[in-house]
């Protein structure tokens, strides 16, 4: 049994008005997957912390 937890920003889902990134959370257990949206945005330029 193998838990897997990864956060990440998804560029592909910036919001167009304010160019704010949203962050997704997904949790992976026996090769099943979940994904979320969290309540928390990123501006544009500290995405790049992030090495996915």
């Known amino acids: 049994m193998k838990l897997s937890i990864l956060f990440f920003p998804n560029t592909q889902k ?3 008005k304010t ?3 949203p962050m997704y959370v ?3 257990l026996n090769r ?3 994904e ?3 309540n928390i ?3 544009k330029n500290t ?3 992030f090495c996915i």
């Open 19 to 21: 160019g704010k990134v």
């Open 41 to 43: 945005e990123l501006e």
């Open 47 to 49: 995405t790049r912390y």
């Open 32 to 34: 099943k997957k979940a």
């Open 36 to 38: 979320m949206r969290l």
């Open 14 to 16: 910036a919001v167009a």
């Open 26 to 28: 997904r949790v992976t």
